[in-house]
């Protein structure tokens, strides 16, 4: 209910200059909002898509919904009546507002047409299960790090890491991985046989509080890693792991349509 309320109300501030006209939808005239009606069928519509995000309909839905359309008229009229819709570059947050609803309506409906099962998370667990059974999976760590496009740069960080710098702050400033870096250079827990080579090798010789010493190249850059914690890893029970699991899954699958989308295009540049 509350995501795809977010996603209605993306677009109805997108397509703010036509709400007037859309608020005299058929049905009844149910309330007049300033001489702007909202009638029974534009209600009803917004029923239906509550109840198929699982709510039940009935009296107090369609009060709560009533009392929400009636705010969004006030506010949008408002908004109107004081330029606030034009003033600075309030036009270009509407438009990547509505762009935005529009990915993740892309977005749902690829996911409606591959939804993700729970025997999807349940064959991920059992990966997961099959890892730790592994001996370089005995032990899990907890890392952080700064990736730089150059050796010569990775061996300056490290000579100030030696004098006392902040691996953290290093992280923020210069790391290629702007993920991690906004966290301090973070990644978080992992086993060693979820991580690139070598430094998955490399990891399984380090202790806590130590960082590479050299650095490691990937195809990703070089790379100097911390490890901020070590302790041995325990499964977590399906009940507790399938949220995070689901939640990676998702993650995973959203990045697959658009690599998949993205092959299906033509891109070119005037010009050259």
């Known amino acids: 209910m509350k995501h795809i309320n977010k996603i209605l109300i993306l677009i ?46 009935g009296p107090e839905l369609r009060q709560s919904i009533m009392n929400d ?15 606030l819709l034009t003033s600075g570059n309030n036009a270009f947050k509407l438009k990547l507002a509505e762009q935005n609803a529009v ?15 729970e025997a999807d998370v349940k064959a991920d667990y059992d990966k997961q299960v099959a890892l730790s059974k592994e001996p370089q999976n005995a032990k899990e760590y907890k890392l952080s790090q700064i990736v730089v496009s150059s050796e010569s740069e990775a061996n ?40 690139v080579p070598p430094i998955n090798d490399v990891v399984l010789n380090m202790t806590k509080g130590q960082f590479t010493l050299k650095p490691i190249q990937t195809s990703n850059g070089w790379h100097i890693v911390m490890v901020d914690d070590v302790k041995p ?12 699991i689901a939640q990676a899954l998702v993650q995973q699958r959203r990045q697959e349509a658009v690599s998949a989308l993205m092959k299906t295009i033509k891109i070119s540049q005037p010009g050259k």
């Open 12 to 57: 109805l501030l997108g397509l703010a200059s036509h709400f007037a006209t859309a608020q005299t939808g058929g049905g009844t005239v149910l309330v007049v909002v300033n001489g702007a009606k909202i009638t029974s069928g534009q209600l009803n519509d917004w029923v239906n898509v509550a109840v198929s995000e699982g709510a039940k309909d």
């Open 69 to 83: 359309l009636i705010l969004r008229e006030a506010v949008s009229q408002d908004a109107k009546k004081t330029g």
């Open 103 to 117: 990915l993740e309506l892309w977005f749902a409906q690829y996911f409606k047409a591959h939804p993700l099962s």
């Open 156 to 195: 300056q960080i490290i000579a100030q890491l030696n004098k006392g710098a902040s691996f953290a702050v290093l992280a923020q400033e210069k790391s290629l991985d702007k993920s991690s870096g906004s966290r301090g250079g973070i990644m978080g827990w992992v086993l060693p046989s979820q991580l």
């Open 233 to 244: 890893f325990v499964l977590p029970s399906f009940d507790e792991s399938k949220a995070g």
